[in-house]
């Protein structure tokens, strides 16, 4: 069962093919033959409600997560662990302890040999790279903090730096908003489209909030009850689409360009996707205020 | 300077054994500590400690190098650790929690018999609070022996432990094998904890271990620099420390000295003490 599948390319043109994907964890299937591909230059919002998938579906990807069939093409190549370069992760927000001694510019220089083993050398070339790096993503104000006092916003900054520094093909982002103002979120979402260009890299970005992303995502992938529909926005944002997705009706309001996703079931109905309290208007404090996390 | 330096210091060989095993042992600890601090494993440093007092006082029943009993214990209990399984911080310390008991209670049977046999309460006191003077210079090769491996593996796994310290989905995704890294800085922690017992005894060993190293994270910014710190306050305080036990001889209230382990302790105590401010001032500085 395949809803929309929409490809911009033959398959060996493709950065990322997710080809029938499934996972099974503990009994439950998580992923359930999940297909698309994201074309060269592409930014893709991966969106689903909280549990639909997202993050297993971003460690497949990465090869970090064993799947129960099918298989994943970056670069036309199956993942492995050797071929990890091509890919850039910045994983969910994440508390950090003021304590570890890293700078942000130290974060950013891990992200080229942090696998490596040995003391690194001071290098003339690592230190250009660094500097150009912490450049792209106009984080010089901050660059030699620690991580660990850093705002959200600024975190997201250094990771996506990090991320890029090894000049991978593929860059996934896991719910690189959560837990930002609004301010914020506008800042990563301009840094991201910018960088898509800049750095001639493929973007996938979870969210359980799709709106923000709306004026930069090529395309969108859909994820609900483990499955995946995919295309423009315009054609997955359907009710007749996501009814078929969910196994339920679906109704989908657009308020002056905000779309809601609203689900149907025993007479009850809920905003499944498109109610995102962390960027409410009224809430321009620091954005790792625990009051606003879901 | 004879106030301080008292009579005898320069040519006495117990002194010399004291700072050469002391000073290995404080250096092993600092750069150790530093990832032992950062990776939030202080816990897990506490308990390696606790159960390197069931491995000392088991050797001095079978009459070997408590450092040994001390080591073998530990490398034991990080692997156990290990697998007893660690996916979250409270499965971390559950795991440990359970193996450290276990341990000790191991160590209270086998302190009972070393005290039964010797008829003295000495081999207690030497492996629970040390005794830097006591020790023969035919134990600096063996100290050295298990300095080296504890330095390689942090020097080698430098920036796979500093990544997974930020996140440990961030080093998998570059390829960094989290498990076992883990492990083998559990390994160099067991390591530099048992040489810390040699020093300063298994109960004060996590002093040297976390305490120095507590200190250089409040004062340095970098990892290098937080690392040699570290090391340079542990080789210091040890340095100092049997520098005032030696001179402790001629003090009261017995005119036989003050034991060297609190010393160590002591300064090292002061000296956190006096970084809280100046890593408080750092800290405004860089946010200013």
Redesign the interface.
């Known amino acids: 069962m395949t809803p929309t599948e929409v490809t911009s390319g033959p398959v060996d043109s493709q950065i990322l093919t997710v080809d029938g994907v499934s996972v099974r964890l503990g009994g439950r299937q998580i992923l359930d033959e999940v297909r698309f591909s994201i074309g060269p230059g592409e930014l893709v919002g991966l969106i689903g409600a909280n549990g639909a998938g997202k993050t297993t579906l971003l460690r497949v990807i990465?090869g970090?997560q064993a799947t129960s069939g099918g298989r994943v093409l970056v670069n036309g190549t199956p993942v492995s662990?050797g071929r990890?370069g091509l890919?850039g992760?910045v994983?969910q927000k994440?508390q950090?302890?003021?304590?570890?001694?890293?700078?942000a510019r130290?974060?950013v220089g891990?992200?080229l040999?942090?696998?490596?083993?040995?003391?690194?050398l001071p290098s003339r070339r690592r230190r250009l790279l660094v500097e150009e790096m912490i450049d792209a993503v106009d984080a010089r104000a901050f660059a030699?903090?620690?991580?660990g006092?850093l705002s959200g916003g600024e975190q997201q900054r250094i990771?996506i730096a990090?991320a890029l520094i090894s000049q991978p093909r593929l860059l996934l982002l896991d719910e690189p908003l959560a837990n930002l103002d609004i301010r914020a979120s506008n800042e990563v979402i301009a840094l991201l489209a910018r960088i898509t260009t800049e750095q001639q890299v493929s973007v996938l970005i979870s969210a359980h909030e799709m709106n923000p992303l709306l004026p930069v995502m090529d395309r969108v992938v859909y994820l609900a009850g483990g499955r995946a529909a995919s295309g423009t926005t315009d054609e997955v944002i359907r009710e007749d689409v996501l009814s078929k997705l969910y196994g339920y009706h679906i109704d989908v309001l657009n308020v002056h360009g905000r779309l809601l996703v609203i689900g149907h079931a025993d007479d009850r109905f809920e905003i499944l996707v498109g109610d995102e309290s962390a960027a409410a208007p009224g809430h321009a404090g620091h954005s790792d205020s625990a009051a606003v996390q879901k | 300077m004879r106030w301080l330096f008292y009579p005898g210091f320069f040519s006495s060989s117990p002194v010399h054994v004291a700072l050469v095993i002391g000073g290995i042992s404080a250096l092993v600890c600092g750069v150790v500590g530093t990832f032992t601090v950062q990776r939030g494993q202080s816990y897990a440093g506490h308990a390696l400690a606790d159960l390197s007092v069931t491995g000392g006082s088991a050797s001095f029943l079978a009459s070997i190098s408590p450092l040994w009993g001390f080591a073998g214990m530990g490398v034991l209990a990080a692997g156990t650790m290990d697998m007893i399984g660690v996916r979250n911080q409270r499965g971390r310390d559950l795991a440990t929690g359970i193996v450290r008991g276990a341990g000790l209670g191991l160590a209270a049977l086998f302190l009972y018999w070393d005290t039964q046999r010797s008829s003295t309460t000495g081999a207690s006191i030497t492996i629970l609070f040390g005794s830097m003077f006591t020790i023969g210079n035919g134990s600096i090769p063996l100290v050295a022996a298990f300095a080296v491996p504890a330095l390689l593996i942090i020097g080698l796994l430098f920036r796979p432990l500093l990544l997974s310290s930020v996140s440990a989905d961030l080093a998998a995704a570059r390829g960094v094998r989290v498990r076992l890294a883990g492990l083998a800085c559990l390994v160099a922690i067991a390591l530099a904890v048992s040489l810390a017992a040699m020093t300063v005894g298994a109960i004060l060993s996590t002093a040297l271990l976390v305490g120095p190293a507590a200190i250089a994270l409040k004062v340095t910014s970098t990892p290098g620099s937080a690392t040699i710190t570290a090391a340079a306050i542990g080789v210091a305080a040890t340095w100092l420390g049997v520098l005032l036990a030696y001179d402790s001889f001629t003090w009261p209230p017995s005119h036989d000295g003050w034991p060297v382990s609190f010393f160590i302790v002591a300064l090292i105590f002061v000296a956190f003490l006096v970084a809280q401010p100046i890593g408080r001032r750092r800290i405004r500085q860089v946010e200013g």
């Open positions: 990465l970090l662990a990890r890919i992760y994983p994440i950090l302890d003021p304590d570890i001694p890293v700078r130290d974060l891990l992200g040999d942090g696998n490596r083993l040995g003391i690194p030699n903090q620690r991580v006092n990771m990090h």
